[in-house]
C-alpha cells in the first residue's frame, strides 16, 4: 500500500478521518501511542452534534448510532431557585445525538480495513522524526531504516 495521508490519534476523529479517505479511495495509516484497549475503553463525552453524525453516516458508521443512541433537543439547567431551557435544535434547526464517543471509536474500527498502527508514534520518535513542524521530516543524526 502507498499510503498518502498519516493520521496521528486513533481516537474518534482519526479512526473517522481513516474510514472517510478510504471510501474515496485515498490510502491512510493511523497512527496511535496507546494500544487498542486503552483507546476503546477511554471514556469521553456522548453528545454528537449534527455535523458528526452526517460524517459518520457518510463514513458507513451509522447504523449502531441511529439503533442505540437517541435524539435531544434541549436541557434543563438549575440556578437556586431558577430552572431554564437550553434548547438545542432552535439555533441549528437540529437536535443533537446522545451516542458515547467511546461506541463511535469502537464502531469506526470495525468497519475499518485495518486497525491503527500502535507502534507508528513510537517509530517515528525512536527513527528521530521530527513531529514539532508542519512536516515530518528525519533528524540528521539518525541512520536510515527504510
Given at each position: 500500500?502507498?499510503?498518502?495521508?498519516?493520521?496521528?490519534?486513533g481516537?474518534?476523529?482519526?479512526?473517522?478521518?481513516?474510514?472517510?479517505?478510504?471510501?474515496?479511495?485515498?490510502?491512510?495509516?493511523?497512527?496511535?501511542?496507546?494500544?487498542?484497549?486503552?483507546?476503546?475503553g477511554?471514556?469521553?463525552?456522548?453528545?454528537?452534534?449534527?455535523?458528526?453524525?452526517?460524517?459518520?453516516e457518510?463514513?458507513?458508521?451509522?447504523?449502531?448510532?441511529?439503533?442505540?443512541?437517541?435524539?435531544?433537543?434541549?436541557?434543563?439547567?438549575?440556578?437556586g431557585?431558577?430552572?431554564?431551557?437550553?434548547?438545542?435544535?432552535h439555533?441549528?434547526?437540529?437536535?443533537?445525538?446522545?451516542?458515547g464517543?467511546t461506541?463511535?471509536?469502537?464502531?469506526c474500527?470495525?468497519?475499518?480495513?485495518?486497525p491503527?498502527r500502535?507502534?507508528?508514534?513510537?517509530?517515528?520518535?525512536?527513527?528521530?522524526?521530527?513531529?514539532?513542524?508542519?512536516?515530518?521530516?528525519?533528524?540528521?543524526?539518525?541512520?536510515?531504516?527504510?
Open positions: 500500500m502507498k499510503t498518502q495521508v498519516a493520521i496521528i490519534g481516537g474518534p476523529s482519526g479512526v473517522l478521518l481513516s474510514q472517510l479517505l478510504h471510501r474515496r479511495g485515498i490510502d491512510s495509516v493511523v497512527l496511535e501511542r496507546k494500544t487498542k484497549e486503552y483507546v476503546v477511554r471514556i469521553r463525552a456522548g453528545v454528537l452534534e449534527q455535523g458528526l453524525v452526517t460524517l459518520l457518510q463514513a458507513g458508521c451509522g447504523d449502531r448510532m441511529h439503533a442505540e443512541g437517541f435524539t435531544h433537543d434541549g436541557t434543563l439547567i438549575a440556578f431557585e431558577e430552572t431554564f431551557r437550553i434548547d438545542f435544535a439555533p441549528t434547526g437540529k437536535p443533537v445525538t446522545v451516542h464517543q461506541e463511535v471509536t469502537r464502531t474500527m470495525r468497519h475499518a480495513r485495518r491503527p500502535r507502534t507508528g508514534i513510537t517509530c517515528a520518535m525512536t527513527c528521530g522524526i521530527s513531529m514539532r513542524t508542519t512536516a515530518l521530516r528525519r533528524s540528521n543524526n539518525t541512520p536510515d531504516r527504510r
